[in-house]
Structures are given as structure tokens and as C-alpha cells.
């Protein structure tokens, strides 16, 4: 029998977190709650988890510090946060404390349930064939969210996984901004889209040192990632 997908939820309000584990749990996933920030941290630390649901105004620890607090550990491990809030600065922060995504109170049981199946079949269920690519000297393993090179050696989240793995399987064609949200984050949306940017930024970082690989800004339309060794895509 195949190993339950595990997932943290760390809600403080009782009853919409029971709804929510309810609900998980009826589509077969493996759910702890915990209903503080403090409380989340110590389950997180002793357990493993595929994936991670996280409110963002909590007691004893807000979500935004949590989840870098997790990202400290863990660079890869999806992490979705649960708002009320729609301030862009919040979402801004919340992006660049480490989260992959935003859901919004209020919501439907069935738009929180596909996005937690987009991570899944994303972090889960990838073509063998579309694993491991050469970027000039530089590897990306994506299953192990690792870039390794002659001048680099990092680990990715899970999003810039997601994100670079979208380029390298498009190299050498314009892809529109919303093509790319779409693809990677599930949806077009201007707060994605801003969050989206500061990802291509940390990626040109990783491949600066490759001098014949680089991502342009197409202004107005969106991104080019030019690989020569990579086939060239008709247009």
C-alpha cells in the first residue's frame, strides 16, 4: 500500500482547522494539526511532512516566522500559507519568508484541494525523462532541488525548482508571464507575478558564472532562457 502524503497544518482557529483536516483526510491524506506557531514547529522538527499549510496570524509565533524558521532547516518542502490577509506587502513578505503560494480566507474545500494537488504532482509524480539537466557546466537535479557547477553549489525551494525546471524544458523561446504563472503557480495573478520575479532574480544568481546562459526580460511579453546546447523551440 502507497505511503500516505503527511501534511502540517498550523491553524489557530479550531473550527475552520478541523473542517480543513476533515476534509484532507476524506481525500486520503495523512494531516497533524497544531493551532500555534510554537506548537507547529515542534511537530515539524520530530516528523516528516510532504508538504506544509500555514496560517499567518497565529499566537506565540506569527506564520511568516515560522516558515523561516523552516525554511532553515528545509529548502524544498512546499509551504502554502492560509490568509486573511490581502495586503501586497503581506503577500510580498510572505513569498520571501520562504512560502510557494497563497490561498485567501475566504475559500472553497475545492480550490485548497487542487492546489495541494498541484505541489503533490509536481514534488511527487515527474516524468523521469525531465529529472536531471545540464545548464553549460552546471547540473540541476531537480528531484534533489540541487545546482551544482564549477562556481556553484546550491539548493533550491521547491519553487525555484519549479521554475527553472519550466525554463530548461522551454529553452530558447518567448514565454509569456502568464504562461509561466500559469504552468508553475496554477493561476495569473499580479502578486504571483511580482513574487515570481524575485525567483528569477535568485536564479540568475545561481547561473551567473555561466556566461552563455541567461534568462531575458522580454518587456511586455515576458522571458527568454537561452541555452545554446538546449534544442531550439520553433516559435
Not at 475552520?16 to 483536516?21: A, E, F, N, S
Not at 528545509?74 to 490577509?85: D, G, Q, R, V, Y
Not at 519550466?166 to 503557480?185: A, D, M, Q, Y
Not at 544568481?205 to 532562457?225: D, P, S
Request: glycine letters at 6%.
Amino acid at each position: 500500500m502507497p505511503q500516505k502524503t503527511k501534511i502540517l497544518l498550523v491553524e489557530d482557529d479550531a473550527s475552520l482547522g478541523y473542517v480543513i483536516k476533515d476534509s484532507l483526510e476524506e481525500r486520503g491524506y495523512e494531516v497533524t494539526h497544531s493551532t500555534d506557531g510554537n506548537a507547529g514547529w515542534q511537530q515539524f522538527s520530530k516528523n516528516f511532512y510532504d508538504l506544509i499549510l500555514l496560517d499567518v496570524n497565529m499566537p506565540l509565533k506569527d506564520g511568516f516566522t515560522l516558515a523561516a524558521q523552516i525554511r532553515r532547516k528545509n529548502t524544498h518542502i512546499p509551504i502554502l500559507f492560509i490568509t486573511a490577509k490581502t495586503m501586497q506587502e503581506d503577500k510580498i513578505a510572505g513569498f520571501k519568508a520562504g512560502g510557494d503560494d497563497y490561498i485567501t480566507k475566504p475559500f472553497s474545500m475545492e480550490e485548497l484541494l487542487l492546489r495541494i494537488e498541484v505541489f503533490i504532482k509536481r514534488t511527487k509524480g515527474t516524468d523521469p525523462d525531465e529529472l536531471i539537466f545540464m545548464i553549460g557546466q552546471t547540473q540541476f537535479d531537480f528531484p534533489n532541488l540541487a545546482v551544482k557547477g564549477p562556481h556553484t553549489d546550491v539548493r533550491l525551494t521547491q519553487k525555484e525548482a519549479d521554475l527553472l525546471r519550466f525554463f530548461c524544458l522551454n529553452p530558447n523561446r518567448v514565454i509569456k508571464r502568464e504562461e509561466v504563472l500559469t504552468k508553475v503557480w496554477g493561476k495569473d495573478d499580479y502578486f504571483l507575478g511580482r513574487s515570481m520575479d524575485v525567483f528569477i532574480t535568485k536564479i540568475r544568481k545561481y547561473l551567473k558564472e555561466e556566461t552563455e546562459i541567461e534568462i531575458q526580460t522580454i518587456h511586455g511579453v515576458g522571458f527568454r532562457f537561452i541555452n545554446p546546447s538546449a534544442k531550439v523551440e520553433e516559435e
